[in-house]
C-alpha cells in the first residue's frame, strides 16, 4: 500500500467517523458555574440575604437595618473564608493531585484565549496569527538537530533474535481504547476517547490501517501533525522563551504508538538487552537510588 493508498484510507475512514458524529452524536450545552468551587447553595442564599438587606437599608436609611446589614455582611465574609479553608483542606488530603494541581494552576494563572507578546524590540504582538508565528518560532529554535546521521555502535552486548513483526490484533486495540482516559483532548483529526470507547464498530477498520502502516512503514499524514498549545512557565508573560509547547496528537496514532511500545519493551526484557541496574524507565523495576 502507498502512502497515497494510506492516507485516503484514513480519511476515508474521518470522514465516516465524522459523519456519525454529526449524525447520531448529541450535544448540550454545558452551564459553567462563575461562582467559585467552595461557594454552596447555603452560601449562594446568606449573599441573597445580604443583598437584600442592603436594598432595604438605602429605601429606609434606617439605623436599625443598617446594624443588620453589616451583621450580615460580617457572617458572610466569615462564611466564605471557613467554606474556602475546607476547600483547600480537603483538596491537599484528598488523593487527587490532578484536582490540587488544577486549583493551584487556575489561582496563579490568567486564563486568556490568545497570550499577549513582545517582540525584539518590545513592541506588543496581539494579532493571533502573529504571535502563533512567533511560538512557532521560538519552539522550533528549542530542537536540537542532530547533524549525524549514524547510530552509535554499541559493543559488548549482541543478541541473535530479532523484533520482526509487531502484533497488531483487534482485540490489543480494543483493550487499549478501553483503558484510554476520557479526559485528554484529541488532535488534529478531532478523534476524541470518548468517542472511541463508546463505538467498537471502529475497532476492525481501525486495526487494518494500523496493520498497513506497520507494512509498508508509512503513517497517515494526519497521524504526523499535531496542535501545539503554549503553556506559560514563570517569568515575564510577554516573552515567548517562558513558555513551553504541549502538542495534542492523534489518539489513533497513539493507540498503535501504545501496542509497538509494549511489544518492544517486552522484547527487550525478555532478551536481557537493557542490564539489571537499569531501573528508570521500567515498569515495575522502579527503587530508591539513594
Not at 488530603?93 to 518590545?122: A, D, E, G, M
Not at 502484533?167 to 478531532?190: M, R
Not at 494526519?222 to 510577554?238: L, M
Request: with cysteine; proline share 6%.
Amino acid at each position: 500500500m502507498s502512502k497515497e493508498l494510506i492516507d485516503e484510507s484514513w480519511n476515508g475512514l474521518l470522514e465516516e467517523i465524522n459523519t456519525c458524529i454529526l449524525q447520531y452524536v448529541p450535544e448540550r450545552t454545558i452551564k459553567t458555574s462563575k461562582s467559585k468551587p467552595w461557594i454552596s447553595r447555603a452560601l449562594i442564599k446568606k449573599i441573597n440575604e445580604k443583598r437584600k438587606s442592603w436594598h432595604r437599608y438605602k429605601a429606609s436609611n434606617s439605623e436599625v437595618d443598617y446594624h443588620h446589614y453589616r451583621t450580615l455582611c460580617n457572617t458572610v465574609t466569615k462564611d466564605i473564608r471557613d467554606a474556602k479553608a475546607k476547600y483547600e483542606h480537603d483538596l491537599v488530603t484528598s488523593n487527587s493531585s490532578k484536582k490540587f494541581f488544577r486549583y493551584i494552576h487556575s489561582t496563579l494563572q490568567s486564563r486568556v484565549s490568545t497570550p499577549v507578546l513582545k517582540n525584539n524590540s518590545r513592541t506588543l504582538i496581539c494579532d493571533p496569527k502573529d504571535v502563533a508565528n512567533m511560538f512557532a518560532s521560538e519552539f522550533k529554535n528549542s530542537f536540537i538537530s542532530d547533524p549525524s546521521s549514524t547510530f552509535p555502535t554499541i559493543t559488548g552486548r549482541r543478541n541473535e533474535r530479532c523484533l520482526d513483526t509487531i502484533e497488531i490484533t483487534e482485540a490489543k486495540v480494543d483493550k487499549i481504547i478501553a483503558g484510554l482516559k476520557t479526559n485528554p483532548s484529541p488532535g488534529p483529526d478531532g478523534v476524541h476517547p470518548v468517542f472511541l470507547k463508546n463505538t467498537k464498530s471502529l475497532i476492525g477498520p481501525l486495526t487494518k490501517i494500523m496493520q498497513f502502516s506497520m507494512e509498508e512503514g508509512k503513517l497517515p499524514q494526519q497521524w504526523k501533525e499535531s496542535t501545539v498549545i503554549p503553556v506559560y512557565k514563570k517569568g515575564d508573560k510577554f516573552d515567548p522563551k517562558n513558555y513551553r509547547q504541549v502538542s495534542l496528537t492523534s489518539i489513533p496514532c497513539k493507540i498503535l504508538e501504545k501496542i509497538i511500545s509494549e511489544q518492544l519493551t517486552e522484547f527487550i526484557l525478555n532478551n536481557h538487552i537493557i542490564p539489571t541496574s537499569q531501573h528508570g524507565f521500567i515498569l515495575n523495576n522502579l527503587q530508591n537510588l539513594y
